[in-house]
């Protein structure tokens, strides 16, 4: 049974920590991430918030990136690929050694927020050993299993998707017609208007997972009204 890990890590962990240094204001959230090998990683990520010009001046000086690519600019955030290089021996290559996936990632000076599917138990302990082995500090905030409705939180939600739909209904954004928009939301949660989007949409998916397809307790059919 696969299991989602939530965890913190400090910025100089992951990616991108010297561009970070230059621009503390701006938030970095990857999209997804394609390996290439064993020693080829590209992600794909948004950035947001801060000067534009101040990132693309360090991300072109930042070690832990090579091959930076413009993909799409738009009002509330830019779209790049990059490759990121063989010498950050840090959490990128301890999901790679375990195969994991990463679902989500949120960069900020302060550092990283992760969340990462494993396929199994064994392989989060793998993940784990390979860390204290090469010394790769991380903070495990949640671990669950996704078909576990209430575990690590009710009906599923994570404290971020929680706090997206919390935001949603008390500005307004559930009412017809709408009070406020989505980069409204975004903004006042300090994230792009793409990954509101994916959080409202996985914590809808979750809800209605967990509260409207729950089986009869005698015959295990979903109910209908």
């Not at 990632?105 to 392989?123: K, P, S, V, Y």
């Not at 949660?189 to 997972?209: D, E, F, V």
Request: net charge negative; hydrophobic share 35%.
């Amino acid at each position: 049974m696969s299991v989602i890990a939530e965890f913190t890590v400090p910025s100089d962990t992951l990616a991108l920590s010297e561009t970070l240094e230059q621009t503390p204001e701006m938030t970095i959230e990857i999209e997804r991430v394609v390996a290439r090998g064993n020693d080829r990683v590209m992600p794909y990520f948004w950035i947001r918030g801060g000067d534009y010009g101040t990132f693309e001046t360090a991300v072109k000086d930042d070690p832990s990136t090579q091959n930076i690519t413009k993909l799409d600019d738009y009002e509330n955030g830019t779209l790049y690929r990059a490759e990121w290089t063989q010498n950050i021996e840090s959490i990128v290559y301890a999901y790679l050694e375990v195969g994991a996936s990463i679902l989500e990632a949120t960069g900020q000076i302060e550092g990283w927020e992760l969340q990462m599917r494993f396929d199994n138990e064994h392989l989060v302990s793998g993940f784990q050993e390979y860390c204290t082995e090469h010394e790769i500090p991380y903070e495990l905030t949640r671990l669950y299993h996704p078909s576990e409705p209430m575990g690590g939180g009710q009906y599923d939600l994570s404290p971020k998707q929680r706090n997206a739909l919390v935001t949603a209904l008390n500005n307004g954004y559930f009412e017809v017609p709408r009070a406020v928009s989505m980069d409204a939301i975004a903004d006042k949660i300090g994230i792009s208007q793409q990954s509101c989007s994916k959080l409202l949409r996985r914590a809808h998916q979750n809800l209605i997972t967990n509260v409207l397809t729950v089986g009869h307790p005698e015959d295990g059919s979903i109910q209908e009204e």
